[in-house]
């Protein structure tokens, strides 16, 4: 149910603690997600566009760059990226272990005016 | 006018999460953070742990709402503190350091087993301050849980498979669920337990009691 309000809840509270004194509206907020963090964006959106309601940053664009998780098969030896249904290997399907792993959610930059 | 930042939108979290660190080490103490879904059968397992376990133990029973949990662990003499969340998904650090100061001297030269919001999502994305995360899944839940849920599995120090005494009932692929786990997660262990019956306990309790020694001896 509350899935992803306390993540909104914590880039609203950073947006507002980076707004310069003399800004009083956001207009873009870039969002980095990994593909382990367990959110998403469209959830995020929804939740952002409540608690946003008289601040700031009501009327902000948020974007999402998803960041994708690293395995290396452990059969064929080849580099692979998760896929949304998916940790096996795309190319022989056999399983990998994991080696580099995205589960941040990043505030890259925002826009202000 | 763009503002670079580039900053972790956990980082309010995390500084108490290092706080509550900072505190359990003073306190010569281990926490153990212990995630799983409704029915998984955590409150059993830990009271399983403790009772097989020769070290001092206190409980922070972590819940939506109730004190079915926190009862159930103080029937066995155990100290424990119940903490409701009001609706929230997964327990935070402010929650804990909260929970720390009810505790306070019985969780000293002991294991504080904090048992998190039945969940296999939230839970794992938040930084209590425990020294290492345990995932507990159990057989009826089905082998497809490292699949479905990899975020707790890659992070947890420990899997722990419970219910093994069902075996026998339920439709479980081993195979798939150990590959899924050693996918995610190749230098973690997996234990295979009954909570009810006790099977397999000891094997967890004498890795438990390392981690223990390990600790105090750094």
Redesign the interface.
């Known amino acids: ?3 992803g309000l ?2 909104t809840s ?2 609203l ?3 507002l603690s ?1 707004l ?1 004194a003399d ?1 009083n509206k956001v207009t873009r907020i870039d ?1 980095t997600l990994g593909d ?4 998403v964006g469209e959830h995020v959106k929804y939740y952002f566009e409540l608690l946003s309601r008289d601040t700031p940053a009501s009327d902000a664009i948020l974007t999402f760059d998803y960041k994708r998780s690293k ?1 290396r098969c452990t059969n064929c030896g080849k580099l692979y990226e ?1 896929s949304d249904f ?2 096996r290997c795309p190319y022989c399907k056999s ?4 080696i580099e ?1 995205c ?11 | 006018m763009e503002i670079k930042v580039i900053k972790d939108v956990l980082e309010a979290n995390n500084y108490i999460a290092c706080k509550v660190k900072e505190e359990i080490a003073k306190r010569q103490a281990m926490m153990i953070n212990i995630i799983g879904s409704p029915g998984a059968g955590k409150t059993s397992f830990i009271v399983k742990t403790i009772q097989y376990l020769d070290i001092k133990s206190v409980v922070i029973e972590g819940d939506v709402t109730s004190d079915i949990d926190s009862r159930k662990v103080a029937e066995f003499g155990i100290p424990v503190v119940q903490v409701n969340t009001g609706g929230g998904c997964h327990l935070n650090a402010n929650i804990i350091d909260l929970a720390l100061q009810e505790l306070s001297s019985s969780a000293e030269n002991a294991i504080i087993f904090v048992e998190n919001v039945g969940n296999l999502i939230c839970p794992a994305s938040f930084d209590i301050g425990e020294d290492f995360k345990v995932a507990v899944s159990s057989l009826p839940e089905g082998h497809d849980k490292p699949y479905k849920y990899p975020a707790v599995f890659e992070k947890a120090r420990a899997t722990v498979l419970n219910k093994i005494d069902l075996k026998r009932h339920v439709e479980f692929d081993r195979d798939s669920f150990y590959e899924g786990v050693k996918t995610l997660n190749p230098d973690g262990y997996i234990f295979e337990v009954s909570s009810l019956l006790g099977d397999g306990i000891k094997e967890w309790i004498q890795w438990l009691k390392q981690q223990f020694m390990r600790k105090l001896n750094h």
């Open positions: 149910m509350l899935h306390s993540i914590a880039i509270d950073t947006v980076e310069p800004c969002i382990l963090s367990g959110f395995f998760r998916s940790i399983m990998g272990t994991l792993s589960n941040s959610v990043y505030i890259n930059r925002i826009e202000v005016e």
